[in-house]
């Protein structure tokens, strides 16, 4: 099974880490990873984990495992003619997941995967579409004291966080005080075996 990883932060890298040293790993092949440029205009920043305090180490660290493992990675804009011609002729994923990344996917992405393209999205077991869809979904988990959150997985399409779900993982507790930036630390190494532990029942 041929993945591409779209993430960053510390959904992006607990999922690469999966995919890469986890259970998972030999039966899969991690072809390419599109990670966040903090510094480029088109992530929305402003709308986005990136607008909180965090270190040089937060921003790179997909980065950095990627290149640690020799993957093929990519910072630029995802809808251009350099990264569609990447990412259909060399990448050629069969699935492809999204964990914290900053820009929108187009049909011509979501649509090339013939097993899917997912995204990780927290909310809560409110129904689907979530009330907590949008670009900074743990903020909204705040702002209304839910005392749990969960991790939906959901196919990509072309709404904001409404396609398919596919699953919801446990609860995770709020603790007192926490943060958005908290809160990814705490529920990212959880999303990660959530989502392998779906991706595995795609192969069997």
């Known amino acids: 099974m041929r993945i591409a990883v779209f993430g960053s932060f510390y959904r992006g890298f607990h999922v690469l880490s999966e995919l890469l040293k986890g259970p998972i790993a030999p039966r899969v092949q991690v072809v ?21 305090p965090h ?8 980065e950095e495992l990627a290149l640690a493992h020799g993957l093929d990675l990519y910072k630029g804009r995802v809808k251009t003619a350099e990264f569609y011609r990447r990412y259909e002729e060399q990448w050629r994923p069969d699935i492809c997941i999204a964990a914290t990344f900053g ?15 997912y995204n990780l999205h927290p909310c809560i077991d409110d129904g689907w579409p979530s009330h907590y869809a949008g670009p900074n979904p743990f903020q909204a988990l ?3 004291r839910s005392d749990h959150v969960a991790i939906a997985m959901h ?3 072309d709404g ?21 930036v908290d809160l990814h630390k705490i529920s990212s190494p959880l999303a990660a075996k959530f989502f392998a532990h779906e991706l595995s029942k795609m192969l069997t």
């Open 160 to 180: 904001f966080d409404t396609g398919r779900l596919v699953g919801l993982s446990e609860k995770i507790y709020v603790p007192p005080g926490a943060s958005v």
């Open 142 to 144: 705040l702002d209304s």
């Open 103 to 117: 820009q929108r996917i187009d049909a011509r992405l979501f649509q090339f995967p013939a097993r899917g393209f």
């Open 55 to 62: 270190t040089q180490q937060e921003e790179t660290m997909v």
């Open 155 to 157: 196919a990509v399409d």
């Open 32 to 52: 390419g990873v599109a990670t966040d440029d903090v510094g480029a205009p088109f992530i929305s920043r402003e709308r986005r984990v990136w607008a909180y």
